[in-house]
């Protein structure tokens, strides 16, 4: 026997919860369905950020010319398992192309759109459902080791400051004030005083679910063995034998997004960031705001359930085991960043982001059953653009006109 529900979203991560609280808002009856629980899996240990000011594709000029340093180095800021690399090429030739000069612009135009509502969106999904004491407005400070390091970021800052994002290049005394206790090796660092941070990102997933479920969204705990179409509606089959039909189906499922759109014959080229980090206890040291090391590919955000070193990119695909040497690197490093850092008493975490070679999520209808609306692909924004995926996937099931233009993030650019 179906059970028949009307809209069922696949995936309790953030983007799935903030799709829940949108639609319940309408007064739609919304179950999520996640294998795990709500905001327990990639959701859960993120770097806190909501970067409205990142809308920089990772695709850029002449990047996959380091892609045999990527090999060399497996603890780098950005590495590929070797026995990977045969699986990942198709992906890798789409990224080359994202960054070439008319692509890259698109997708900081879409990139930016979509920044711009999301900043929108969170103010007001933080003010419907209570949560406005999780945000943290002291900016975020990205830090460089040279001049020539400092110089070779002026051109994204140029693009950044097209969109009217504020920032301000620091030294010296400036710098030391942002950031007391930095290593004397930072020459210059640029303050974006409108980065965002939030007080833990789990806890503020669960509080926005308490919202949703309070308006009568339901949770279900289970995995999707298969999907397929019926009369228009949508057929789960779960892996306990389950049967649920749906008049509404979103897959938002993440990092295993793509592999559900196949049931409806489309194929989206989504691959696996792993992302590694170490969250130690609030005494560790005095972090005034996120720090940005990007030159290393990671963070340090200040949560208020400890300090959070983290970031990197593996590409290694679903099935490997963790390999978390990556997350004790990125805390060496920055012990000597931030000198007197303590280092004792981490817990260690790896998330599998889900990510598109143009850095844009996919945000629209299956090609072949337009009850099926896909929310997935954000990057290492998750995060940062739930809200205004919640939004947008709230207009398509109601009816309205988009808050945004959805071309770019067409499920069928592809």
Sequence with gaps: ???????????????????????????????????????????????????????????????????????ADPLGPLTIAPAYLPRLAPWLWRFWQAGRQANHDASVTAQAAMMQLAEVEWASLMQTT????????????????????????????????RFGIEFRHVRGKDLAELQPGLSAGFAVG???????????????????WAHAEAGGASFLRGEVADLGQEN??????????RVIGASTLVIAAGAWSHRLARNFGDHIPLETERGYNTTLPPDAFDVRRQLVFARHGFVITPLETGLRVGGAVEFAGLERPPNYARSRAMLEKASRFLPGLKTQGGREWM???????DTIPVIGRSSRAPNVIYAFGHGHLGLTQ?????????????????????????????
């Design 190 to 208: 640029t303050f974006v005083p409108g980065w965002k941070t939030v007080a833990d990102p789990q806890r503020l997933g669960k509080a926005v």
């Design 130 to 161: 209570g949560t406005r004491s999780y945000l943290r407005e002291d900016g975020c400070l990205e830090l460089y080791e040279s001049e020539p390091e400092w110089r070779a970021s002026l051109p994204g800052w140029a693009a950044r400051e």
């Design 232 to 241: 228009g509606r949508s057929r789960l089959r779960l892996a306990d034998g």
């Design 351 to 357: 998330g599998y982001r889900p990510s598109l070679p």
């Design 1 to 71: 026997m179906t059970d028949s529900r009307e809209v069922v979203v696949i995936g309790g991560g953030i983007i799935g919860i903030a799709v829940a609280a949108g639609l319940v808002g309408e007064g739609r009856k919304v179950t999520v369905i996640d294998r795990t629980g709500i905001c327990e899996e990639t959701s859960s240990g993120n770097a806190a950020a909501l970067a409205f000011s990142d809308i920089l594709p990772l695709a850029q000029k002449g990047m996959m010319g380091q892609v045999p340093r990527w090999l």
């Design 386 to 414: 739930s809200a205004a995926t919640g939004r947008l996937v709230r207009d398509l099931v109601t009816g309205v006109d988009p808050a945004i233009d959805l071309s770019p993030y067409s499920p069928d650019r592809f």
